[in-house]
């Protein structure tokens, strides 16, 4: 695999950790006792930051992305394994 390679499947990986890691640890204002300004939705985040979220998510892709390489390399699981409805019907002779 080639060095590119890897590293688009990392930020693929790397974007859907962001999305997965972002919810955890955040707290709204009514949580965290703080008061709201004025017009400021009920569940905005208080404590929202964005080094932690990318942090989380940068270990969180390297892991998926390290399992991912591993399982490239070494043929884990292949596509022939993943057949999850059966051989396909023949078709009928005519």
Not at 35 to 42: C, I, N, R, S, Y
Not at 54 to 66: F, K
Request: aromatic letters at 12%; charged letters at 15%; one cysteine or more.
């Amino acid at each position: 695999m080639k060095l590119t390679s890897i590293i688009a499947i990392y930020v693929l990986f790397w974007v859907f950790s962001a999305f997965i890691v972002m919810p955890f640890g955040i707290r709204t204002h009514d949580e965290a006792g703080i008061e709201k300004t004025p017009g400021q939705a009920d569940s905005a985040p208080a404590n929202f930051d964005a080094r932690r979220i990318a942090l989380r998510a940068s270990v969180l892709a390297l892991v998926l992305c390290g399992m991912y390489y591993a399982n490239y390399v070494n043929g884990w699981i292949v596509p022939g394994d993943l057949n999850l409805f059966g051989e396909p019907p023949e078709a009928a002779k005519v």
